[in-house]
């Protein structure tokens, strides 16, 4: 038997009262926790709601533009740029200018700047890599050519300023550690120099800044027996300090030649991919002219969004063009569209806005 102060309700009602009412409802206590054990059942057996869930995917692309004589184009925004990926336009979420000279107003002269704006300069220090592959052979063109350029070394590192870091590797019959990232740049170019010969070079003083030292395998850079695999190597260490990278590849020739023809070796694609996923573009700087082997340099360079250059050829514009490419770059950020297989895929990188541009961006990745 029970009392109420009104006419009865059901019993999910009466565990709820009414406070506005003042009224006060009593169930005896084991109605009330059977009625609990069954509300409590059923939201037991009640599907929890489906939240969908759905990743996005995004590729950061860094992208250099620039005119015909080399100088950088300022000012482009969103709507200036097209991206496709395997052909299908993509979503370009952001796009941002990464300015990497604090001389900017070098540029703002000859430089084309659509909106009469021009950026701040950066903050903070660029990250360069040098990589001088030295000829174990001492083939007589190769180690001319590699003098030629140590000759004029301060005009081809010009563009090095007191907050860059620059680390120096080097390559003959394996990959040679010899600077850790430092911002003296007399260090920079003497070691450079000194890596013309095949000696085997002390290790370098761990860096204060991010040091290569503690992030590369001495074991596996002896063992790397071709250029290829050092470049591997290399972006395998960049890949764990974070932002971009330029490298300055000071070279002679990578894979072989069979009946005239020209290959990327084996290893070549992991290579790529290292460089890719540490943001690292590579610029190739041939010591020599006119030779079969410069196909994979060519290459190297354009499937990271750098540019293949020789030091024979007029060196005073290819070294204008060196320092005036480094004088900024775009980052893009698009957002990766449904792909139908894994691997490598072509990215195109569009300027519609612009005529007579020369557009520096990697042409494929790989997931």
Same mark, same amino acid.
């Given at each position: 038997?029970w009392?109420? +102060?009104?006419?009865?309700?059901?019993?999910?009602? *009466?565990?709820?009262?009414s406070?506005?009412? =003042?009224?006060?409802?009593?169930?005896?206590?084991?109605?009330?926790?059977g009625?609990?054990? /069954?509300?409590?059942?059923?939201?037991?057996q009640?599907?929890?709601p489906?939240i969908?869930?759905?990743e *996005?995917?995004r590729v /950061?692309?860094?992208?250099? *533009?620039?005119?015909?004589d080399?100088?950088?184009?300022?000012?482009l925004?969103r @709507?200036?740029?097209?991206?496709?990926?395997?052909?299908?336009?993509?979503e370009?979420?952001?796009? #941002?200018w990464i !300015?990497?000279?604090r #001389?900017?107003?070098?540029? %703002?002269?000859?430089?084309?700047?659509?909106? =009469?704006?021009?950026?701040?300069?950066?903050k903070?220090?660029?990250?360069?890599?040098?990589?001088?592959?030295? #000829?174990?052979?001492?083939?007589r063109?190769?180690?001319?050519?590699?003098?030629? $350029?140590?000759?004029?070394?301060?005009?081809?590192?010009?563009?090095?300023?007191?907050?860059?870091q620059?680390? *120096?590797?080097s390559?003959?019959?394996?990959?040679?550690f010899?600077?850790?990232f430092?911002?003296? !740049?007399?260090?920079?170019?003497?070691?450079?120099?000194? !890596?013309?010969?095949? =000696? %085997?070079?002390?290790?370098?003083?761990? !860096?204060?800044?991010?040091?290569?030292?503690?992030?590369?395998d001495?074991?596996?850079?002896?063992?790397?027996?071709?250029p290829?695999?050092?470049?591997?190597?290399?972006? %395998?260490?960049?890949a764990?300090v974070? @932002?971009?990278?330029?490298?300055?590849?000071?070279?002679?020739?990578?894979?072989?030649?069979?009946? @005239?023809?020209?290959?990327? #070796?084996?290893?070549?694609?992991?290579?790529?991919l290292?460089?890719?996923?540490?943001?690292?573009?590579?610029?190739?700087?041939?010591?020599?002219?006119?030779?079969?082997l410069?196909?994979s340099?060519a290459? /190297?360079?354009?499937?990271?969004?750098?540019?293949?250059?020789?030091?024979?050829?007029f060196?005073? /514009?290819? $070294?204008?063009?060196?320092?005036?490419?480094?004088?900024?770059?775009?980052?893009?950020?698009?957002?990766?569209p449904?792909?139908?297989h894994?691997?490598?895929?072509?990215i195109?990188?569009?300027?519609? +806005?612009?005529?007579?541009?020369?557009?520096l961006?990697?042409?494929?990745?790989?997931d």
């Amino acid at each position: 038997m029970w009392i109420a +102060t009104r006419p009865a309700r059901p019993a999910a009602l *009466v565990a709820q009262g009414s406070a506005s009412s =003042g009224a006060i409802a009593f169930l005896p206590r084991r109605l009330l926790a059977g009625a609990l054990l /069954i509300a409590a059942a059923a939201m037991a057996q009640t599907p929890p709601p489906l939240i969908e869930k759905i990743e *996005v995917e995004r590729v /950061i692309i860094d992208a250099r *533009v620039t005119n015909i004589d080399g100088e950088p184009i300022l000012g482009l925004q969103r @709507g200036d740029f097209r991206v496709r990926i395997d052909g299908k336009p993509v979503e370009i979420e952001s796009v #941002d200018w990464i !300015s990497e000279s604090r #001389d900017v107003a070098q540029f %703002e002269n000859a430089a084309h700047v659509p909106n =009469g704006i021009a950026p701040e300069p950066q903050k903070h220090g660029r990250l360069f890599v040098i990589f001088v592959q030295t #000829d174990f052979g001492r083939a007589r063109q190769r180690v001319q050519g590699q003098m030629a $350029i140590n000759a004029a070394l301060d005009k081809w590192l010009a563009f090095l300023e007191p907050d860059d870091q620059t680390a *120096v590797f080097s390559f003959d019959s394996h990959l040679k550690f010899r600077l850790d990232f430092s911002g003296d !740049s007399a260090a920079v170019q003497r070691t450079v120099k000194e !890596s013309l010969f095949i =000696g %085997e070079p002390p290790p370098p003083a761990p !860096s204060k800044t991010w040091a290569l030292s503690m992030l590369l395998d001495r074991q596996a850079m002896h063992d790397a027996a071709r250029p290829e695999i050092a470049l591997r190597i290399i972006g %395998e260490a960049l890949a764990k300090v974070p @932002g971009a990278k330029s490298m300055i590849f000071i070279c002679w020739g990578m894979g072989h030649v069979t009946n @005239g023809v020209s290959f990327n #070796d084996y290893g070549y694609e992991h290579a790529v991919l290292a460089l890719q996923r540490a943001r690292v573009t590579v610029f190739t700087i041939d010591m020599m002219d006119y030779h079969q082997l410069a196909f994979s340099l060519a290459s /190297i360079a354009g499937d990271t969004g750098g540019f293949y250059t020789t030091s024979t050829r007029f060196p005073a /514009i290819a $070294i204008h063009r060196l320092h005036h490419t480094l004088g900024g770059h775009y980052e893009i950020e698009v957002i990766k569209p449904q792909l139908t297989h894994r691997g490598f895929h072509q990215i195109a990188v569009e300027v519609p +806005t612009q005529r007579r541009v020369t557009i520096l961006a990697r042409n494929v990745f790989g997931d």
